[in-house]
């Protein structure tokens, strides 16, 4: 009786470690050819999510999570294409670090997350 798959249980691997948010950013700050002010642009972005949502790894960022930073980062007096570029260089980091090969699960689930991201009047300025 039960089920059948419970037997197999002890051949799962446990879940790889989580990078932490800094981890992914130092990652894409050490990128090939890539400018000290790209990288402190990195680092300032994943600080400012950071504050808002108080995530300390990839494995937290959720859709909810996701949803109170845009929530709290639409507050302000951005424009909308700095908040775009705060979105794209959420994002760009998590896919490099997807590249990289940096826990693909939680970098896609991240991404994923993170696609619902959107600024609507972003390019009319």
């Known amino acids: 009786t039960g089920i059948a798959s419970i037997a197999h249980i ?3 691997e446990p879940p790889k470690e ?8 130092d990652l894409y700050a050490s990128k090939p050819q890539l400018s000290a002010e790209e990288a402190q642009r990195c680092r300032r972005y994943w600080k400012k999510f950071v504050r808002i949502t108080g995530v300390r790894t990839v494995r937290e960022i959720t859709h909810s999570v996701v ?3 845009e929530q709290q980062i639409t507050k302000g007096e951005w424009a ?5 570029h705060h979105y794209s260089g959420l994002r ?6 997807l590249k990289r090969g940096r ?8 991404l994923d997350a993170l696609s619902m991201l959107q600024v ?3 390019n009319s300025f």
């Open 10 to 12: 002890h051949e799962l």
């Open 18 to 25: 989580s990078p932490t948010i800094r981890q992914i950013a």
């Open 67 to 69: 949803e109170n930073y």
């Open 80 to 84: 909308p294409k700095t908040l775009k």
């Open 92 to 97: 760009t980091t998590l896919a490099y670090a």
């Open 103 to 110: 826990n693909p699960e939680d970098c896609r689930r991240a």
């Open 120 to 122: 609507p009047d972003a």
